[in-house]
Nanobody, 129 residues
Framework: QVQLVESGGGLVQAGGSLRLSCAASGLIFSNYAMGWFRQAPGKEREFVARINWANSAILYGDPAKGRFTISRDNAKNTVTLQMNSLKPEDTAVYYC??????????????????????WGQGTQVTVSS
């Protein structure tokens, strides 16, 4: 059974930082690109970042560029999202997701949640002004 378990969310003041982690189990980690999405109340789920197996081909959505950093530890089957200079508009539930690396659709549409096969339960991030 595949499990993606996020942690590290919480309440932080604007300008602060948070580090989210996602622990993956039940899958061959090297076969998957890992991504982060977020969903604010009343809004669509939004692409944040994606990273492939070799820590290359790192892609960021517009909200993350210049402030967030995605990385993965393949020995520990974990992926992290370092978030700096947080803003109130970053408030959302953040989800970890896994997409097969051999999927052409997943490679092309990395920003689309349909490209991902497995999802975590999400972790709440709240940024106060």
């Amino acid at each position: 059974q595949v499990q993606l378990v996020e942690s590290g969310g919480g309440l932080v003041q604007a300008g602060g930082s948070l580090r989210l982690s996602c622990a993956a189990s039940g899958l061959i980690f090297s076969n998957y690109a890992m991504g982060w999405f977020r969903q604010a109340p009343g809004k669509e789920r939004e692409f944040v970042a994606r990273i492939n197996w070799a820590n290359s081909a790192i892609l960021y959505g517009d909200p993350a560029k210049g402030r967030f950093t995605i990385s993965r530890d393949n020995a520990k089957n974990t992926v992290t999202l370092q978030m700096n200079s947080l803003k109130p508009e970053d408030t959302a539930v953040y989800y970890c997701a896994a997409a097969r690396l051999d999927s052409a659709y997943a490679s092309q549409y990395y920003y689309n949640q349909r490209a991902y096969d497995y999802w975590g339960q999400g972790t709440q991030v709240t940024v106060s002004s």
